[in-house]
């Protein structure tokens, strides 16, 4: 910026003077002065920019989808939910709050929706209830392989269209006119409200979607928006440009003109590297990018984020890991404590225990506190008993190279050198990690090309069952295809009862069984620290829905 030559005249003016008075104490302390004085104006240079009302971002990974439809990863996410809105959406606090839709109600047999007259898409002709109905059937016709089509299964004959069994124009959702939308559910359902504001419920415009002729969301052109921005440019594997709506309903409330994504890097030393030039307002910090923001004294912010992390094995009838006492000493043999305190190292990480977190409540109190799962158990003795077990059981003389996929970030990458260490040491298992980029990963994972694979699950809406069902059998992310018919009753119960202490007692029999079969490792909950420039004001981060969320902010004149 153009103040930055006067602060390199005054520090050397400093030197100077201080050299010229002979004061070694004095001159250490004036270089420590205008060293922090340099930090601050090198974090905020370029990053932020208040005339043009702009701001420069990173994220980790090429969004590997935006088609709504399909959409299932964190990135895609984020940058839908400034693109893109629905019924509803949650505001900084978590609080449900009027999207699309101005008013609505919700009783135990259904929903309805009043649209706003207002919203426009970025064309400036009007959303409509049609939009909506469109993009539902979309999301749930089998072609579409939307492995989030579960989430719209409330909805009457949802499931039944999802396979195959009846055509999508039978589902029971409804444009009673352009702005009334009425849904029907497959039974009695006491949490629709949470679910409209996820990105399976955006709604898209039929007309526009059929032009594209199978491009729908490849690339900017091939996309249309109704949320607070548009996507102006998209340099696949470079940068992304997002600028305000000018026909967003709520566009005044958006102070932001651009948001601008310059840089698209995993690397949590080369984003640092950025905050620190002033290129980015905001980094994650890792391990290793911690101490060195630590060493330049920023303001560390963090915060619980909600996403647990786990082993998920893969239980198809080719692989090893179908094998239950492979599984448990593979278990028993693990240290999640030792993981999170001596290998991650970052503030607010918790070693695992469940599927569900901490923070998810239950009935009368936090739903692991209600049902509680103890401590993960380390015992090297037993788990090679299992692993003897499994030996014999699986017919073999030794055990060949388990694969374990994991994500190329710094974190996925000691995480896996744990296991492969921890595994060795302990039960002479070798492990070959198969370290690949985000997009590929998914592929991977969906394919079923691993033995274990470092998965997560961040909440897609406020209920424990956004985390129980899924590992249900026709849950599409449950990608190790692991079966029970035990848990899938469990998740029925959770889905269709109203009766909270019936439900809540659902999730801890899917919490036991998940355990007892070793159906993952839990290895722990996911804390996020990070640096920002200090100008930049309305930066939410949220546990559920799109995080970060640069859609409210604003930058504060220096």
């Known amino acids: 910026m153009a103040d930055r030559p006067f602060w390199q005249s005054m520090r050397a003016l400093a030197l100077l003077a201080a050299a010229a008075l002979g004061g070694l104490l004095l001159l250490m302390l004036i270089i420590a002065y205008f060293a922090d004085l340099t930090i601050v104006d090198d974090a905020s240079r370029g990053a932020v920019d208040f005339e043009n009302r702009s701001i420069s971002i990173v994220i980790e990974q090429e969004p590997p989808q935006m088609d709504s439809t399909r959409a299932t990863d964190a990135v895609s996410g984020m940058l839908l939910g400034h693109l893109m809105e629905g019924l509803l959406r949650y505001d900084g606090e978590g609080n449900l709050q009027p999207g699309v839709a101005e008013s609505w109600t919700v009783t135990p047999e259904g929903a309805v929706f009043k649209l706003r007259e207002n919203a426009r898409w970025s064309d400036g002709k009007p959303v409509t209830a049609h939009d909506f109905v469109f993009s539902w059937r979309k999301v749930l016709e089998p072609e579409t392989a939307s492995q989030y089509s579960f989430i719209l299964y409330p909805i009457k004959n949802a499931e039944a269209i999802n396979l195959g069994a009846m055509p999508s124009e039978m589902l029971a959702v409804t444009a009673e006119d352009d702005l009334t939308l009425s849904v029907a559910f497959e039974q009695p359902l006491a949490f629709f409200d949470r679910l409209v504001a996820f990105t399976s419920y955006y709604p898209i415009r039929e007309d526009f979607y059929l032009s594209r002729d199978g491009r729908y969301g490849a690339d900017a052109e091939d996309l249309l928006f109704n949320g607070a921005f548009v996507m102006t440019k998209w340099v696949h594997g470079a940068e992304i440009t997002m600028q305000k709506n000018p026909y967003y309903w709520n566009k005044d409330s958006i102070w932001l003109e651009r948001i601008e994504v310059p840089f698209i890097t995993p690397d ?266 200090p100008r930049l004001e309305g930066l939410i981060r949220r546990t559920i829905g799109p995080d970060p969320d640069y859609s409210r902010a604003r930058i504060r004149e220096r």
């Open 268 to 533: 949590s030393n080369t984003q640092l590297n950025l905050f620190k030039d002033g290129k980015v307002a905001m980094v994650q910090l890792s391990p290793d990018t911690l101490k060195n923001a630590l060493q330049n004294r920023w303001p560390i912010r963090r915060f619980a984020e909600g996403t647990v992390f786990f082993i998920e094995f893969n239980h198809r009838p080719e692989r090893l890991t179908r094998n239950l006492n492979l599984r448990k000493a593979l278990y028993y043999a693990t240290d999640t404590a030792e993981l999170v305190y001596r290998v991650i190292k970052l503030p607010g990480f918790l070693p695992g225990a469940s599927l569900f977190p901490t923070w998810i409540k239950g009935e009368h109190d936090f739903l692991r506190r209600e049902y509680p799962v103890g401590a993960h158990p380390v015992n090297v003795e037993l788990a090679r008993e299992h692993l003897e077990k499994a030996r014999r059981e699986l017919g073999l003389d030794e055990f060949p190279p388990l694969v374990l996929l994991v994500g190329d970030t710094p974190t996925s990458l000691k995480q896996a050198e744990y296991f492969q260490n921890t595994f060795k040491r302990h039960l002479g298992l070798d492990i070959r990690i198969d370290a690949q980029i985000f997009k590929q990963r998914l592929e991977k994972m969906t394919l079923g090309q691993f033995d274990l694979v470092a998965a997560g699950w961040a909440p897609d809406f406020d209920d424990p069952l956004t985390y129980g069902d899924l590992f249900a059998s026709w849950n599409k992310n449950n990608r190790g295809f692991f079966r029970s018919e035990a848990l899938d009753a469990q998740v029925r119960i959770a889905q269709g009862s109203l009766d909270q202490a019936m439900r809540m007692r659902a999730f801890g029999e899917i919490q036991r069984i998940l355990l007892d079969e070793v159906a993952i490792i839990p290895n722990y909950e996911r804390g996020r620290v990070f640096v920002a420039d």
